[in-house]
Every structure is written in C-alpha cells, then in structure tokens.
C-alpha cells in the first residue's frame, strides 16, 4: 500500500487548509483512511479518519467541528481533510494513515500503513 498525501502549508490562525491523501496498491487491505499528527515536542495523535465505506468517521475532540473529513467521490482511494479555524495549536506535521477507523484503534500503535508527513504552519 502506498500513501501520498499533500496540502500543507503556513496559513494564519482562522484560516483553512485541505490536505487530501491518495492510497495505491493493495487497496482491499485497510478498514479507513485518515490523518495522524505529531505536533513539536509531542507523540503522535490521531487526528480524523473515513472508513472505506465512507459511512463511519472520526475525530479527535480537539478538532471537532473544525476539521472534516470526506472521501472523493470520483476517486474513492482518496481522501481530503479539510481544516477549518485553524489555530496555532494545530501545527504539526501531519500523516496520512490507513487502519481500522475507530476511537479506540486511530493511534499510532494500530496504523498499517503511513504515508510522508506534510507540514501544517499556523501563525501569524
């Protein structure tokens, strides 16, 4: 399974960014597709994620009802995430991931795979 992921940047608190995440390969292999972040100084945290049927998400309780997460519909091994009102808290480089999409498993310990990081700059 191979993973690219892109979108990330410098944006100013209050602004948006979407990072989209392309999943190639053994595609059957994964139970959802999302992000994990790891912000300076920090572990890596579960961010959101989709199940591959599209029906099932999650969110961390920091990013709740800031960030969303969506599959393509023309293209349903990718991703976006779009980030909403973002704050300086939300720098971090942030990873594309697949595995099982639920609370308890969207963390580092449980991923299948991981695609590169992309840098998320939030600061004025």
């Known amino acids: 399974v191979q993973l690219q992921a892109s979108g990330g940047g410098l944006v100013q608190p209050g602004g948006s960014l979407r990072l989209s995440c392309a999943v190639s390969g053994f595609t059957r292999d994964y139970l959802g597709i999302g992000w994990l972040r790891q912000a300076p100084g920090k572990q890596r945290e579960g961010v959101a994620c989709?199940?591959?049927?599209?029906?099932?998400?999650?969110y961390a309780d920091s990013v709740a009802g800031r960030f969303t997460i969506v599959r393509d519909d023309n293209a349903k091994n990718t991703v976006f995430l779009q980030m909403n009102n973002l704050q300086p808290t939300d720098t971090a480089i942030y990873y594309c991931?697949?595995?099982?999409?639920?609370?308890?498993?969207?963390?580092?310990?449980?991923?299948?795979?991981w695609g590169q990081g992309t840098l998320v700059t939030v600061s004025s």
């Open positions: 989709i199940s591959t049927t599209g029906e099932k998400t999650f």
């Open positions: 991931a697949t595995g099982v999409c639920s609370r308890p498993y969207w963390r580092a310990t449980y991923i299948d795979h």
